[in-house]
């Protein structure tokens, strides 16, 4: 075959088809910083030798098997997107100063293209910046959990709503002045992040338990 003929499996009668090929995610080194060569299915799949197509391993997907599949396609309460573009945006989670991932696809980004997650959907901006929450509406690896209503803890004198200089999970990023933490259900409730809805404790009430009635307890 050509030098480009990357199959393992030849049929001497030329019976057989070769399947599409991707960067390899697994594969073994040629030399100390050269690796992930191109492979059918991107060894990620089994190629049918008839129809010429992949059949990927769970968890991948594409004509190759050639990108990581978001879980459960982000439940549809999310976008899925590539590393290279979850590195330039400043609401994909862990939050961070936005930065980029590319230009080296032979090399440390050859992944660039290859690893997606989810980015979830959110009713309010989600970042570092004033005005902007540290957390989205909807979370999680697949974004199939809810949060719930945040308001500020009316048994403190702090404002546990005020994330400014408060690192963000995933220590990557710090909030700006006027930067907003998410707190479900005021610390006064329980969330349930499957609905998104508040269970207050007894003596509180509202959407985000965040009232108190002559039923709390003074401490």
């Not at 003929?5 to 399947?19: F, L, V």
């Not at 910083?33 to 060894?43: D, F, K, Q």
């Not at 396609?73 to 590393?83: F, K, N």
């Amino acid at each position: 075959g050509a030098d480009s003929d990357i199959a393992y499996h030849k049929a001497p009668d030329c019976s057989k088809r070769t399947c599409p090929s991707g960067r390899a995610w697994a594969d073994v080194p040629t030399t100390a910083t050269s690796a992930h060569a191109l492979a059918e299915c991107s060894n990620m799949g089994t190629c049918d030798r008839a129809k010429g197509t992949c059949t990927c391993f769970t968890g991948f997907e594409g004509g190759a098997c050639n990108r990581m599949a978001c879980p459960n396609a982000c439940s549809g309460h999310g976008q899925c997107l590539s590393v290279k573009q979850l590195a330039t945006m400043s609401n994909a989670l862990p939050l961070s100063p936005t930065t980029t991932y590319t230009g080296f696809e032979t090399t440390t980004t050859w992944d660039s293209e290859m690893i997606y997650g989810c980015v979830c959907d959110s009713s309010w901006n989600v970042g570092l910046s004033s005005g902007e929450r540290q957390e989205p509406e909807w979370f999680g690896p697949n974004c199939s959990l809810r949060h719930c209503p945040s308001a500020d803890d009316p048994r403190t004198s702090a404002d546990e709503t005020d994330c400014n200089g408060v690192t963000a999970a995933g220590g990557q990023g710090t909030g700006a002045t006027g930067n907003v933490c998410h707190v479900d259900c005021a610390n006064r409730g329980l969330c349930d992040y499957t609905t998104g809805k508040c269970k207050c404790f007894e003596g509180y009430y509202g959407q985000s338990c965040n009232l108190q009635s002559a039923l709390a307890h003074s401490s």
